[in-house]
């Protein structure tokens, strides 16, 4: 019943950007939190950023001022603006559903319970 679905990613070169999306079946995402997670090659999967209506939203250390996370609630959809992109941006980006709240400086994947099959973001010149 739940779902999460990404899309929007691509081959940009450094200091361009890209708007991920992350289409939510279930429940409107007011009710939720969404995470948006990356995993590249070699290294562990880590958390971009987390969008809570109730409780605010929140961003890894390396994206802030870089990254945007907002909503759309007629579409029931969570994007994640990428602007001033630099090539260890390169991942497989993932949004989750989560029920609880957005950690303060921390994103565990065990708050996620229903994650979407990743979208490509290749970061290059």
């Known amino acids: 019943q739940f779902q999460a679905v990404e899309s929007g990613g691509g081959l940009v070169q450094p200091g361009g950007s890209l708007r991920l999306s992350c289409a939510v079946s279930?429940?409107?995402?007011?009710?939720?939190?969404i995470g948006w997670f990356r995993q590249a090659p070699g290294k562990e999967r880590e958390g971009v950023s987390c969008?809570?209506?109730?409780?605010?939203?929140t961003y890894t250390e390396s994206v802030k001022g870089r990254f945007t996370i907002s909503s759309d609630s007629a579409t029931n959809t969570v994007y994640l603006q990428m602007n001033s992109l630099k090539p260890e941006d390169t991942a497989v980006y993932s949004c989750?559903?989560?029920?609880?709240?957005?950690?303060?400086?921390?994103?565990?994947?065990?708050?996620?319970?229903?994650w979407g099959r990743g979208t490509q973001v290749t970061v290059s010149s």
């Open positions: 279930g429940l409107t995402v007011d009710d939720l939190i």
């Open positions: 989750a559903i989560g029920f609880e709240e957005c950690r303060d400086g921390y994103m565990d994947k065990e708050d996620f319970d229903y």
């Open positions: 969008f809570s209506r109730r409780d605010g939203n």
